[in-house]
């Protein structure tokens, strides 16, 4: 079942759907998966401006959507997960990027917005960050990530490739967030292709309609990623851009392509976002889909609309990669869909590719996967979401 949360956030309370668990849901009950034949989906909803959604161009400010983290200087709110040692000792955790002066470095807890006292509550010492004993964090137990739920309905799902216990929870409330300049800025992130109808109707602020298509990722985060895209657009064009959100969670690409007709034909889209994959690289049901048979899906995906609508223009979403720790996760997938991905924007015109796959792996590289996580196996947290969004806006908004 969905899990919501709520906390104070500038003085006002911040409601946001977890769906902890839905991927799972779907996977290990038969409900989706690729192949499937007696597909229950729930009914296309409707094209809506962003002043009828969830939505605020407000947010642009408010969230620094339009700082972008390539090229801002500043990575804004960097999450990190505060596990306490083994022996009492302050725990020392590694930021992304290197930071360029202390001074510029602020530090909040995600759960209340609560800013941290520099020195008190946290310190720098050679580029990480140091929670000190008597700080006013609450440290998650070390061993957090590592004690399964066996009051969970999915406790047995919670494993490690070890064979170890995994939990699959919700690992925001013990998060911070850290803001900081650094002179070592991230690669910007790959776009390839091109949207010219689309492209053209922005650059005018004529009416555009937006499509997701996708598994559950595009409903996670405080502010779900077509609401962010949404807010962002609208600024530039207010009450000229349309979206919906047709993604289903715990779906595959095979999944999307025998419902395409379904959910994307009943309107019409000036561009679809498909973003499946992270489904796709999960071992069951019956095994982690290869890399030719999800270029196969999704191609099959806007073969299925062109028919209908040959003018629509795609972005295909190379996904952040899942928990590779997980024992039902095969991550070593996420490359290929993405160059699988590539290899259909090289041979189609009006598609696109937005690379999240490598920024994504940038990030856990520099970390842990528990920093960036919202569930601990396969959801983005808000930081991760903010990264995704940024991602799809350079390709959509032009970004340099």
């Not at 499937?36 to 959507?65: F, G, K, M, Y």
């Not at 917005?113 to 140091?130: C, E, I, M, P, R």
């Not at 990722?217 to 047709?246: E, F």
């Not at 490359?335 to 590539?342: S, W």
């Amino acid at each position: 079942m969905p899990f919501c949360a709520t906390r104070q956030v500038d003085g006002k309370t911040k409601h946001s759907m977890r769906i902890i668990v839905l991927p799972l849901i779907a996977l290990f009950t038969g409900c989706g998966g690729a192949g499937s034949t007696d597909i229950q989906a729930p009914p296309p909803t409707q094209l809506q401006t962003c002043a009828r959604q969830n939505c605020d161009p407000a947010w642009v400010s408010e969230l620094h959507i339009d700082q972008w983290f390539w090229s801002a200087g500043t990575i804004y709110r960097e999450t990190v997960m505060p596990l306490a040692t083994a022996d009492g000792t302050a725990p020392h955790f590694p930021l992304w990027r290197p930071v360029a002066t202390s001074s510029s470095v602020e530090v909040t807890q995600w759960a209340d917005g609560k800013v941290l006292a520099d020195g008190t509550d946290y310190y720098l010492s050679n580029g990480q960050l140091v929670i000190p004993v008597g700080s006013s964090v609450k440290l998650a137990p070390q061993d957090y990530p590592f004690v399964a739920d066996k009051n969970s309905a999915y406790a047995n799902r919670e494993f490690t490739k070890e064979g170890g216990p995994l939990l699959i929870g919700d690992y925001e409330p013990y998060q911070l967030q850290v803001t900081y300049e650094t002179d070592s800025q991230p690669a910007s992130p790959l776009v390839a292709g091109s949207l010219p109808n689309f492209h053209q109707k922005l650059a005018a602020c004529a009416p555009i309609a937006i499509t997701y298509y996708g598994d559950s990722l595009m409903g996670v985060g405080t502010h779900p990623i077509p609401d962010l895209v949404g807010a962002y657009l609208s600024k530039l064009c207010p009450n000229q851009i349309s979206y919906r959100n047709q993604s289903l969670p715990g779906y595959r690409s095979g999944d999307g392509a025998t419902l395409a007709d379904q959910r994307l034909n009943d309107e019409t889209s000036d561009v679809i976002v498909i973003a499946f994959g992270v489904n796709d690289a999960a071992t069951v049901p019956g095994g982690s889909v290869s890399a030719a048979d999800y270029q196969n899906k999704i191609s099959a995906i806007i073969s299925t609309v062109r028919a209908k609508a040959p003018s629509t223009e795609f972005v295909l979403v190379a996904a952040p990669e899942a928990n590779s720790d997980w024992a039902f996760m095969d991550a070593e997938r996420f490359p290929g869909y993405r160059d699988a991905l590539v290899q259909l924007e090289e041979q189609l015109q009006g598609v696109a590719v937005a690379d999240v796959t490598t920024t994504w792996h940038d990030v856990v590289a520099s970390k842990t996967f528990y920093d960036t996580t919202q569930n601990g196996v396969n959801h983005p947290n808000d930081f991760g979401v903010f990264l995704y969004t940024q991602t799809l806006l350079k390709l959509l908004a032009g970004i340099p």
